[in-house]
């Protein structure tokens, strides 16, 4: 196992267009992670699953933002209609434990920028 | 609402010296975790260390130690014989059901 996958590394979109990242965790953590990173800041929470079930959501997750994690193993966060605002690093992170005192493994993040 | 403060937006250092990152959190939790996460240039953040608040004694990873001080909120990364593989953002956050960020401190190492 490599660790955590993210991909793509980047997308370049235009503003309107849906785009969607895929996150591979370390095979059987069970809890996922997705964080926004703009630049100069630390990373912002998005939401989280415990196997397939999506436990928390941030307020900040607006109703253009979708994620998803079928059968428990991979990720996907979708954006519709983006805008500007959404340029950003996303990031993935998986941890093995129910809670997050355990080691969280970061991917190396999907850089989107919205054109 | 929890937050973490990291008042030092950049810090430099010489190779081989001592230097010693803030943060301060406010929660009004008794229990909870706290962690330093390392990001270097365009690299996936990694774990530096992390706390328990239950747990008085400071953690120690090799050259990182913290000194958490309870009362105070206060929760302060040392890093002792400065590499230049230590170049990197540096993050400090709290536990709750999620982690929550400081903005971060760029650290810089001097050779």
């Known amino acids: 196992d490599t660790g955590v996958s993210q991909d793509p590394r980047h997308k370049i979109t235009k503003r309107g267009q849906n785009v969607t990242f895929r996150c591979d965790p370390i095979s059987e953590h069970n809890r996922l992670y997705w964080y926004r990173q703009t630049l100069g800041q630390g990373p912002e929470f998005l939401t989280y699953f415990q196997n397939e079930a999506q436990l928390e959501k941030s307020r900040l997750l607006s109703d253009r933002f979708s994620a998803e994690r079928p059968k428990g193993s991979f990720s996907t966060l979708e954006i519709q209609r983006t805008e500007q605002g959404d340029s950003a690093m996303y990031l993935c992170?998986?941890?093995?434990?129910?809670?997050?005192?355990?080691?969280?493994?970061f991917g190396q993040g999907t850089r989107l920028t919205v054109v | 609402a929890q937050t973490v403060t990291q008042s030092q937006p950049e810090m430099s250092v010489q190779e081989a010296e001592t230097v010693t990152l803030s943060c301060t959190y406010d929660?009004?939790?008794?229990?909870?975790?706290l962690f330093w996460y390392k990001q270097p240039p365009s690299r996936q953040m990694i774990l530096v260390i992390r706390?328990?608040?239950?747990k008085q004694q400071n953690a120690t990873e090799n050259r990182f130690s913290v000194n958490f001080q309870k009362a105070a909120k206060s929760f302060s990364l040392k890093i002792s014989d400065s590499q230049l593989g230590d170049a990197a953002m540096y993050f400090c956050a709290y536990y709750d059901y999620q982690l929550i960020w400081g903005a971060g401190t760029k650290l810089i190492i001097k050779p």
């Open positions: 992170a998986s941890s093995p434990g129910q809670y997050m005192n355990t080691e969280a493994f």
């Open positions: 706390q328990e608040a239950y």
């Open positions: 929660t009004s939790e008794s229990d909870y975790y």
